[in-house]
């Protein structure tokens, strides 16, 4: 695989790096920048609103005035990095600073103005930056927004907001093949996504049922509207999730033009995309794009790679948004997305990281979601949101056993798991002060899910073949009911306290749609946000949070001594996890913020095994299977606590910095009473991550830039492989009862990443390119220690080498 990622990426640099060649003009170039202005909590727009670029002493002024709809146009803005501020009266005031303004495409501004407690006083704020607050005005801890250019700057990213998140304070993702994150010491299973306010399935290519992670995000970036990621003691309209949340927005497109995007990347692959207007008089837009496995075009025309594992995958995705109408506004959105790989034994490296040389494996898997949103503005401080969307996840896995003359078929995978969702939620600002938010979310799962196998099972019934064990079966309905009511009360401008319920209802699993026989959860939550001083500012936070468990592990089913097989794990209710988080944060001037976060979580009601063992499910989820467990009961406990330290210096005057240290303990207990580590114990993450960006020339329209990353993180502790008994069994077998005991080597990275943005001085064309030179060291971090049955012996298995990335980015 590493050789196959790095061949391909001369080729297109090659074929890319001539389109820079244009003469060096220096005329200045000028873009329009529009956008909307809202109120903060009741999402009505502000007529009249100011909207400025902030230019220097003696410059011309250049500004707008927000319309009946909140919306306003700039035109004329010089393109580069620019700033502006927003005034309103009665509201605090808002600059927004180095927006990216490029010639190849208009800049749109979402801007949420809160209002100041202080009535019929404009309060101002000089340059203010509110990069750290999130978009949910109720997310108060532990929440952070982040956006597409964040996602396209850092070095090491490929395009992916799992890889980006994985910079932040409390996360962890020390896993080069995959983009799963370990939150806080939680396992990946406990990460919720959501997509325009209603929970998705995995967005990820070659996902499986049950997991939050893949290998290659589905995710497209170029869609994105500023989103948030929260970690820890999240608001009550957030449930079913452990470990933390991706709550994604979806850009709307160009309202007046038509603009088009293309891209490649050896990650994200060739994509195009399109947008601009759609029924002019209702202000809606569109915004479509493809995108498509750059490696599986490249092997299609005949060029070599040394493997047959070629990655192909394909996604769309959209959001089309019908403007305003007398019955509120509304939008489509969506996703479609197929993966398939094919491992072909004969053809792989003994290290591979995800296949054996004794077996051929084949892959497919597909999702989609279609939603339909709604906002209706009931007055000028209510309004009603209700999203409804279907989704749908399918997932074949054939296995052959390749050592014999002819191939064994000896596992079987088909999953299928549609479901139909639905969200609405009121909200009021009641006053100033307080702002009530109160909603329901319902969901049917319609699951097909069918695993065989008969790797290493007996034979039977005598026929001189190993017979077939069926480990799921179940064509039936899994529904859950959410619902929750949080408000936020602002004592006074420096003090802010949220505080909510959220409960849940999950129906006993059946061949139809069943809503009795479940089980329930009450969750409180609160959190208080203090500005003592104007650059310091303390919080706290709590919040109690449950968690169904992932389906292939609900409906595993255990051979009785009578030969049969039935359902045994039907029975097990939530894992339940206790956040508690105190943080201090301190600017020291408006582009620096230092922030201190410490926290405990207590875990209780985790799967585990009913005689005395090591087993926990707390474990597992970082991987594209779950362990083969029947029988389990909540009886389970774990506990995770640390300290995280961030320090960032926003970008400003051409350059960032961002520091992230967490120290961390993650444990738990199986039924055998012994305190141990859990698989994601990594006890610190190191990150540090700053750029720079050189303009060339007076005309703003060439920037060179230049990021790096370095990443320092412990060893994942495991269990070691009894070799002894794996060579008797022919296949891996480990020491359960030294379980984690063991502890890997610390894992390292240095990336660089070196970018080129062009501006046309003559058309409206945008060109920007990047080379990611990823663990430049060419560091042997360690992926597992495996047991090989061709040697009988115990080896190290290795992550992705040195490995080059590219993209190519021409918006117009």
Known sequence: MQSLLQRLIFLPALLLLPLFIIPQLQAQITQTVRGTVLDRQSESPLIGATIALITPAGSPALGAVSDENGRFTLANVPVGRQAFRITYLGYSEQNIPNVLVNAGRETVLDIRLEESLNAMKEVVVSAKVDKDKPVNELATVSARQFNLE?????????????????????????NDGRNDIIIRGNSPTGVLWRMEGIPIPNPNHFATLGTTGGPVSALNTNLIANSDFLTGAFPAEYGNALAGVFDI????????????TFQIGAFSGLEAMVEGPMLKKNNGSFVAAYRHSFVELADAAGLEFGTSAVPRYKDLSFNFDFGNTKAGKFSLFGIAANSNIDFIGAELDSTDLWAETGENAYNTSRFGVLGIKHNLLLNDHSYLRTVVSGSYTGVTYEEDDISNAEPFRQVEVEDKLAVLRLSS????????????????????????????????????????????????????????????????????????????????????????????????????????????????????????????????????????????FVPSNQNLGFTSNHHLVLGYAFKPDNYWRI???????????????????????????ADFIFPERGNLVNEGTGANRGVELTLEKFFNKGWYALSTISVFKSTYEGSDGVERSTAFDGRYVANFLAGKEFKIGSSGRRTLTLDSKLTAAGGRPYTPVNLDASRAAGQEVLYEDRAFSERMDSYFRWDVKFGFRLNSPKRKLAQTFFLDFQNVTNHENIFAMRYNTEAGAVGRVNQIGFFPDILYRVEF
């Open 425 to 564: 939620f009121y909200q009021n600002k009641i006053s100033a002060r307080f702002t009530l938010r109160a909603g329901i979310l319902a969901q049917q799962q319609g699951l097909q899910t069918s695993v065989r196998v008969r790797e290493n099972t007996q034979d039977w019934d005598g026929d001189g073949v190993r017979d077939w064990v069926t480990q799921r079966d179940f064509d039936g309905i899994v529904n859950l009911l959410e619902t929750y009511a949080q408000g936020q009360y602002r004592l006074n401008e420096q003090l802010t306290l949220n505080a909510g319920l959220h409960a849940m209802y999950s129906p006993r699993a059946d061949e139809k749609s069943n809503w009795s026989d479940g089980k329930w959860a009450v969750e409180p939550r609160a959190a208080l946000n203090w500005q003592f001083a104007p650059r310091h500012r303390f919080n706290v936070g709590y919040g109690l949070h449950n968690q169904t468990q992932p389906l292939p592990v609900y409906f595993y089913r255990t051979r009785l001594s009578d030969g049969s």
């Open 595 to 621: 922030k201190v976060e410490a926290y405990y979580q207590w875990i209780n009601n985790a799967p585990i095994d009913p005689y005395a063992s090591s087993f926990s499910l707390l474990n597992a989820g």
């Open 150 to 174: 964040e996602v396209m700057r850092y070095s090491g990213g490929r395009n992916d907001v799992a890889k980006l998140v994985a910079n932040f304070a409390g996360v962890a993702a020390n």
């Open 249 to 260: 927005n979806l850009r709307t497109g160009n309202q007046e033009r038509y603009e088009g």
